[in-house]
């Protein structure tokens, strides 16, 4: 069995395959304040993010694009604090919103959230608390020690109640970390620096203390060794005794020379102290005691972040791989491993004590039962009461306590146990009968009642039972605590609390009889039956039967008090209550009908029998009722008619309940019996129904009863919701009928729904008195022509002036329309237009006329109006239009009249005059309707007129567009006529743009020559000779030149732009000539004409520099680099000194260029300039030169040249230059190229960089300058990056002797890591394998195991593979080399020490095969190291396979204590095979666990007697007592056959035995069995057999032996008859009446039956031993 660990260590999470990259775990970037979140800072790309980690969900991390130089969580939710410089805010993640923020004067070096609400800043000089209450600041709460001045602080603690506080730092101090402590007390505001490394308090409580205690545990690391301190800070409380302080020694392995203390944390459950070193080593020390329990390493990683593990009690941590582990006691084990590995039996029993674990079992018996033997009964009793699981009180212990008398004047040691017991708790159900039975008897009731207020006692059914004689109510609390339900009721009912008992029975959840409890409750009272009956009912399921219950109110006749019940219990309307429903409605209408309607009205029910019930309410007189539940249509009708003894609102809305036909049906009734009476609710039920009974249906209703009135009031409540043309027109019928004209005079005004058509042919035929109702329908729906018609055919004119007039006067044309067209005279016409004073439509009254061709009718009529002052436009078009008709001066009226319409009118005079036409839409600017009728009669120079003077370009565009077939006219009336009659500058400008914007450019310049060259008012006109040149650019580049020469007032740099743009070059020349733009009149020479000897030429003749440059320029882009640099010169220019150069360079004209520059520097000290010059000197191996410019002043990139020097191969330049401005590492390099190696390594050592060490090293190895190169690879290796690019590049080259040369030489660096020596591992592994082995001997920790195992298995060297395998902890892997290579690998001692720490079982088994293979020898060695481990029957299942289990009898006799049944049949075999009978019996003696019978059956044929004697021993272990005799009396194994007969108990058995020697005339034997056999065999069937046999001297010794027993029991009867005849004799005496008058009544007959009385044995006499006569040969003999 493996060795069992007093901690649990779980890995929770590897954060990498979360996602997280490896290069952000750490101190800096990672962040965890609880067990709950772990907090990263990452950068994706360039997009900084931070990683939340849930570890209850840790697969899903969040991840949030915030940007923060640190991030912490909060300890319990989702809140982030996050710093960036000083600024510091708070945000909470799930609601999205900011919470705090604070800006702060210092910078932040730590922060910590010290609980769930306050944050600890730690400043350079001062602490910080910040509370996230409100709005709050952070509070400074002491300034740093001078101490802690340069240390790093990592981490920040606190006590439980925030009083002392912690700050922990560290430093690199000769050669080690040192750890500094600032402790600060906040009540006495004073601080103590400590050396520590890591810290933490606790609260802890002491025995026998009342309050707990704040102990601050620290650890350090000096130089001296390592301590672990255990203090109490501050003043102890009140009553306590003060903490021990504690200082212990912390171990350091060997290994770890500068491991030290990184994190503590104290488990508040168990009061142990975790504590973890750098080095991933975890301590686990009592916190009460300071002893160490457990040390061991966790991790190959330093943890850098611990936090509590609140789940476990323990610790949780992150180390440098990102694994997130945690350590916490595992509660099994700790107190058996306290006592059997660490051999401390006081500490097991303190701490199982403390924190109530199991384990100590066995040490608290042995101390109890040793405290007790001495007869410490007080301490006993602690041990017992202090016990963990309560594993010593129990029946046993009370009764051994009982069992001790008590000394006079003491407490008895029960009380004692029992008072011990209540000081620490509360007592168990055996317990607490035990001390309340002497209790009670004591009549000490009080004691009782108050160790159940303190909780002192554990309450049961029993200990209710001993209370109740006593106190009723008591035993009731006890039986409430026990949870005793049927108890408890019975407590209740027999106090009369009958309304708890349903409270408790639903609280506890037991059902008690409530029907049975009800009767007893009814019996004595009524009122709280109900209420006890009601309280049955209350939840949504009943108690009890509610049938039961109603029939126990009915035995007595209750039916108020039932009717109350079952309303409250039928309140829920359930289906399956239907039956008490009806009961209920039926009790009451039989008893009291007003009870039964209010219940029927409150509608509480719906699921009795609505038919029963409907009968039982007419016979009531309840008709209404009655009526709500008939469903037969009969009983309805018959019913229903009774209108005037119903509720009439009622009645309305039971229509609602019936169907369509039902409600016809009743309907029809109702009028049919009464119509009189019945009408008006016969009207609302239609009403309010109609839509379900279809209003035609009650229409044909009421009609067939011909009821104009219902029919008027029916469908005079609908009119004004319905849109059906029926309703409507019905409803005018009926109004009519019932004389009802206004209501018909409303209804056609304000209805859209009836058809006019139908409803004006009635109204016609109707022929009413009053013709309003015909006028509105005819003037709403446009038959005001048929009106017309009709009144004026029926002689009824005053109608019609009646509807003009007053009804609807804009209908007036329309009328004088229809009296023209029914011949009605002229004067009655113009009488009646001049009678309508209303508004109406002049224009309509105009068509109205004009299309019968009488407008002269209007004439008297308009002219009035205008006199009038009328300004109305349709009287003037009328008037217009008749002017023009009658040519009545219309020109005059036209231009004059400012109240026509024109287009109205213009379009009137189109045909009749066109010009009047035109004289319209002139005066209206109807544009394109001018336009269209110049164009159609040919007016193009009216319409060049308007044109002009119009100056819209939208009008212009559109008669100046391309399908214009009028343009050429329109344009030469515009040019000859319209432009030579203007003087406004603004109607040429304009007329100009439409031609411009029509692309007319040829028309254009015909225009613009009639005005420029014509010597006009506007020939002088700038814009004008622009717009000339412009045009003849674009439409007549032949003329453009003369315009030029001839005009002077125009723009020439824009007009020559434009000319260049039009490749107009000469032109453009000519312009610049004639006004002196020599510059860019060059520039048009170079780069358009492009002549540059004309150019050259011109700059001659001008001299100017701008002209020189620009031709310089010219000649720069064409590559005459030399006539460039001159021309450059002459315009003494340095400006373009970026294309000289790069122009230069192309064509290496560097001497041009070194003169160019020389002259630039003079004008102009850039940096580009002095920096190309330097190049220039290199280019042209002027180093003179260049060594005397740069060391003089100057603003040259020094650096830039050199290393395009060296990119040139320039070496002795570049030299030069780097040394100029002391760039080692470049010099170094080009010194390699110069060969001047030595050179290059001084330059290197003042560089002093990786990069330029690694150019110098590979160059020295090119060039097979090793101890240069060495020199150089000592600072390389230093840096593990680098390491593996510098071996590479030896291998490749095959220099492996001389890179291991220069790996073993930096071994002794300061700066040596495990790199070096892993890389050194495995090129010994490849080229020096001999020396291996003693390498990883030395420095095993300080390589890479898994690299270096690899290249040992490559290697195959087996044997350092095995060696690594084990410092690994990789010992199954190491156990399979060894046996897959014994030859190079294994080794006894090695291999039996490894394999017994292999996690793999399997290994077990591959290495028992392994040894019986190749070492059979040491096979039992091998098994007895593994014995613990193996299971043994897989094992000997295995041997047994293989035919292997002789060679394992040492192994399986050291294991058969175990008393395994493999091992027992195992080994059996064995002994069988060996015929070893004594060693059989021995071992199925010793041990039972194996197949008894099988093994029985096998050795039951068994050649030799012996084995079939065991077969017949195991058939009577195994109560097979037949066969075994059977088998003892093959083998004439006499005495076994007899004593397996007697021991079987079996009368049958025996009797055969005795037959069978009888058989046999074996009578000796016979004798024997007699004596062995004597109790089981009957004297009778002995004496039979002995007399028929005649050996009655062979039975003799038993029958004389049978005899004195049977004597001696007689004995014994008579003895005790005769006392007990004496006892009733002597009461019979006593008892005697002083006359006997009847006789004694005999009960025996005596003590003997008739037989002499002899002497008793005081007990039945078996003989042990035989018997002496038989010894002697005989009885008589």
Not at 195 to 209: D, I, V
Not at 1377 to 1382: G, I, K, L, N, R
Request: proline share 4%.
């Amino acid at each position: 069995m493996s060795q069992q660990f007093p901690i649990r260590f779980q890995e929770h999470v590897q954060l990498t395959n979360v996602g997280i990259n490896a290069a952000n775990i750490g101190f800096s970037t990672l962040t965890m304040e609880s067990d709950k979140y772990i907090c990263i800072r990452e950068k994706v790309g360039e997009t900084a993010q931070v990683v939340i980690i849930e570890l209850s969900d840790a697969n899903n991390p969040i991840r949030r694009p915030i940007t923060a130089d640190s991030a912490i969580m909060n300890p319990a939710s989702k809140v982030i604090a996050l710093k960036a410089g000083k600024l510091l805010q708070i945000f909470n993640i799930e609601m999205k919103s900011k919470m705090k923020a604070h800006q702060m004067v210092e910078d932040v070096q730590f922060w910590k959230w010290i609980s769930v609400n306050t944050v600890a800043l730690v400043t350079d000089n001062a602490v910080y608390h910040w509370a996230m209450d409100g709005d709050s600041q952070p509070v400074k709460i002491f300034d740093r020690h001078t101490s802690l001045a340069g240390c790093q602080v990592i981490n920040y603690r606190t006590d439980k109640k925030q009083q002392w506080l912690l700050l922990i730092g560290i430093s690199a101090q000769q050669n080690r970390v040192q750890g500094a402590m600032q402790l600060y007390s906040v009540e006495r505001k004073v601080s103590q620096p400590i050396e520590g490394h890591t810290a933490a308090f606790a609260q802890f409580k002491m025995e026998g203390n009342a309050q707990e205690s704040t102990l601050f545990c620290f650890a350090v690391r000096s130089a001296t060794g390592g301590k672990l301190h255990i203090i109490e800070v501050g003043s102890p409380p009140t009553g306590n005794t003060p903490f021990t302080k504690k200082a212990v020694d912390v171990f350091f392995p060997p290994e770890a020379q500068n491991d030290f203390p990184v994190a503590m944390q104290v488990s508040s459950k168990h009061d142990v102290i975790f504590l973890i070193t750098k080095y991933g080593y975890i301590h686990l020390y009592d916190l009460e005691t300071a002893t160490c329990i457990y040390m061991n390493r966790i991790s190959g990683d330093t943890i850098f972040v611990t936090a509590p593990h609140e789940a476990s009690n323990g610790i949780i941590g992150v180390n440098r791989k990102g694994q997130v582990l945690s350590v916490s006691v595992e509660e099994n084990n700790i107190v058996p491993y306290i006592t059997n590995v660490l051999q401390n039996p006081d500490l097991a029993l303190r701490i199982a004590v403390r924190n109530n674990l199991a384990g100590a079992e066995e040490l608290f018996v042995r101390k109890f039962n040793t405290l007790f033997g001495q007869g410490s009964y007080a301490e006993a009793a602690k041990v017992a009461a202090s016990a963990p699981k309560g594993i010593l009180r129990t029946p046993q212990t009370i009764q051994k306590f009982q069992q001790v008398p008590t000394q006079a004047g003491q407490t008895s040691p029960q009380l004692q146990y029992f008072g011990i017991l209540l000081d620490q708790g509360q007592l168990n159900k055996y317990e607490s009968l035990e001390l309340c039975r002497p209790v009670l008897q004591q009549g000490k009731k009080q004691l009782l009642e108050k160790w159940l207020k303190e909780d002192k006692l554990e309450c049961s059914e029993e200990l209710g039972d001993l209370v109740k004689p006593v106190d009723p109510t008591l035993a009731l609390s006890v039986y409430l605590r026990a949870n005793v339900p049927i108890k408890v009721i019975q407590c209740f009912a027999e106090t009369g609390q009958f309304n708890k008992i349903i409270l408790y029975a639903r609280k506890v959840a037991y059902v008690p009889d409530y029907v049975l409890l009800l009767r007893s409750v009814m019996r004595g009272s009524a009122e709280q039956g109900l209420q006890f009956a009601q309280m049955l009912v209350t939840d949504e399921e009943p108690m009890a039967d509610i049938q039961q219950v109603v029939d126990v109110f009915m035995e007595s006749n209750l039916i108020q008090q039932c009717t109350s019940f079952l309303l409250d219990a039928l309140k829920n309307n359930r289906p399956a209550e239907g039956a008490l429903q009806t009961r209920l409605l039926e009790m009451n209408l039989m008893s009291a009908p007003q009870v039964a309607d209010a219940i029927l009205g409150n509608q509480m029910f719906t699921h009795y029998d609505r038919a029963h019930v409907a009968q039982l309410c007419e016979k009531a007189g309840l008709l209404q009722r009655a009526l709500e539940h008939f469903t037969d249509l009969y009983d309805i009708k018959r019913a229903v008619v009774h209108t005037h003894l119903l509720n009439p609102e009622w009645l309305v809305n039971y229509f609602g309940s019936l169907s369509v036909e039902d409600s016809l049906e009743c309907l029809k009734a109702m009028l049919t019996a009464n119509i009189r009476q019945n009408l008006q609710i016969s009207v609302q039920v239609a009403t309010k129904y109609h839509e379900q009974l279809t209003t035609q249906s009650l229409i044909d209703l009421f009609e067939s009863f011909k009821s104009f009135e219902g029919l008027f009031y029916f469908l005079g409540s609908i009119v004004n919701f319905s849109q059906d043309p029926e309703v409507h027109f019905k409803y005018i019928q009926a109004a009519c009928k019932t004389g009802q004209i206004k209501e018909v005079e409303r209804i056609c005004r304000e209805s859209n729904c009836y058809d006019p058509e139908r409803v004006k042919n009635f109204l016609k035929e109707a022929k009413l008195a009053d013709q309003l109702p015909l006028i509105i329908v005819c003037d709403r729906f446009d038959f005001v022509h048929d009106l017309v018609l009709y009144l004026y055919r029926n002689n009824l004119q005053k109608y019609i002036e009646i509807y003009v007039q007053k009804v609807n006067p804009s209908r007036l044309p329309v009328v004088v329309g229809g009296l023209l067209d029914v011949d009605c005279s002229e004067d009655t016409i113009k009488q009646l237009i001049l009678a309508v004073k209303g508004q109406f439509s002049i224009d309509e009254l105009v068509e109205e006329v004009e299309k019968r061709n009488r407008m002269k009718l209007l004439l008297p009529w308009l002219e009035s109006k205008v006199h009038a002052g009328s300004t109305e436009v349709p009287t003037h078009n009328a008037l217009a239009k008749i002017y023009i008709d009658m040519n009545n001066n219309p020109e005059r009226f036209l231009r004059e009249n400012a109240f026509y319409d024109s287009a109205t009118v213009g379009k009137y005079c189109e045909k009749r005059d066109p010009h009047l036409a035109c004289v319209a839409y002139e005066r209206g600017h109807c544009d394109l309707e001018l336009i269209k009728v110049c164009n159609e009669n040919s007016l193009f120079k009216s319409e060049a007129r308007y044109l002009v003077k119009r100056r819209d370009p939208e009008l212009w565009a559109s008669v100046l567009m391309e399908d214009n077939p009028y343009r050429r006219q329109l344009i030469d009336q515009v040019v000859q006529t319209a432009l030579s009659e203007t003087q406004d500058p603004e109607d040429i400008s304009i007329t100009v743009k439409a031609f411009m914007t029509a692309d007319l450019p040829n028309e254009l310049i015909e225009l613009l020559e009639k005005i420029v060259l014509d010597n006009s008012a506007f020939s002088e006109h700038r814009n004008l000779q622009n717009l000339l040149i412009l045009t003849a650019i674009k439409a007549d580049r032949s003329r453009v030149m003369e315009y030029i020469n001839r005009l002077d007032n125009y723009d020439a740099p824009d007009i020559a732009n434009i000319a260049i743009s039009s490749e107009l070059y000469e032109e453009a020349f000519a312009i610049y000539r004639k006004f002196d733009v020599n510059a860019s009149a060059c520039q048009v020479l170079i780069e358009h004409i492009g002549n540059l000897d004309r150019a050259y030429e011109f700059a001659e003749r001008c001299n100017e520099p701008a002209v020189w440059s620009q031709l310089a320029g010219a000649q720069l882009q064409n590559d005459l680099v030399k006539e460039a640099v001159d021309a450059y010169i002459k315009a003494d220019d340095p400006s373009a000194f970026l294309e000289v150069v790069s122009v230069a360079k192309k064509h290496d004209n560097w001497e041009d260029l070194v003169r160019y520059l020389q002259m630039a520097r003079k004008k102009a000290r850039e940096s580009f300039i002095e920096t190309e010059l330097v190049y220039a000197y290199a280019k042209t191996n002027r180093l003179a030169d260049l060594e005397e410019f740069i060391s003089g002043p100057n603003h040259a990139q020094i650096q830039q040249v050199g290393d395009r020097c060296y990119d040139d191969k320039m070496y002795d330049a570049a030299k030069l230059l780097y040394n100029n401005v002391s760039n080692f590492a470049r010099l170094a390099i080009t010194l390699v190229q110069l060969g001047q190696y030595q050179g290059a390594v001084d330059s290197a050592r003042k560089a002093n960089s990786t990069r330029t060490w690694k150019e110098v090293c590979f160059a020295c190895v090119g060039h097979a300058e090793f101890r240069l190169a060495q020199m150089c690879g000592l600072h390389i290796v230093v840096h593990a990056d680098e390491l593996e690019e510098l071996d590479d590049f030896y291998q490749e080259r095959g220099y492996f002797e001389e890179l291991i040369q220069l790996l073993e030489a930096a071994l002794g660096l300061e700066r040596a890591h495990m790199g070096m020596f892993t890389e050194l591992s495995i090129l010994y592994s490849k080229y020096k394998p001999q020396k291996m082995k003693e390498h990883l001997e030395l420095f095993w920790s300080r390589v890479n195991i898994p690299k270096v195992l690899r290249a040992a298995e490559q290697a195959h060297l087996w044997a350092e593979l095995v060696f690594l395998y084990d410092k690994y902890e990789e010992f199954d892997n190491a156990c399979l080399t060894m046996m897959a290579h014994p030859t190079d690998a294994w080794r006894e001692s090695h291999f039996k020490d490894i394999i017994t720490k292999v996690a793999n079982i399997e290994l077990y088994y591959k290495a028992l095969s392994f040894y019986a293979d190749y070492k059979p020898m040491l096979l039992n060695d091998l098994l007895l190291s593994l014995t613990p481990r193996l299971d043994h029957t897989r094992t000997v299942a295995y041997f047994k396979k293989m035919n292997h289990l002789p060679v394992v009898k040492p192994y399986l006799r050291s294991v058969q204590s175990l008393n395994n049944k493999s091992i027992n049949e195992a080994l059996n075999g064995m002994l069988i095979q060996e015929e070893d009978y004594n060693g059989l019996r021995t071992s199925i003696n010793a041990f039972d666990n194996f197949d008894n019978i099988a093994l029985a059956q096998s050795l039951e044929k068994h050649e030799l007697i012996e084995f079939r004697r065991i077969s017949a021993y195991l058939y009577k272990g195994n109560n097979r007592w037949k066969l075994a005799v059977e088998l003892c009396k093959k083998d004439r194994l006499f005495k076994d056959a007899m004593e397996y007969a007697a021991e079987s108990r079996d009368v049958d058995i025996a009797e055969a035995l005795i037959a069978w020697f009888l058989e046999e005339r074996n009578y000796e034997c016979f004798a024997a069995c007699l004596f062995q056999c004597y109790d089981l065999l009957r004297p009778d069937i002995i004496l039979e057999l002995a007399w028929k046999n005649k050996i009655m001297d062979f039975a003799m010794p038993y029958m004389i032996q049978v005899m004195r027993e049977y004597i001696s029991k007689v004995d014994k009867l008579q003895e005790a008859e005769a006392v007990r005849s004496h006892e009733e004799t002597t009461s019979q005496e006593q008892a005697q009446p002083l006359v006997l008058d009847q006789g004694v009544l005999m009960l025996t007959a005596g003590p003997a039956m008739g037989m002499p009385a002899s002497s008793t044995y005081s007990a039945p006499y078996a003989p042990q031993a035989p018997y002496s006569g038989y010894n002697a040969g005989g009885y008589g003999m």
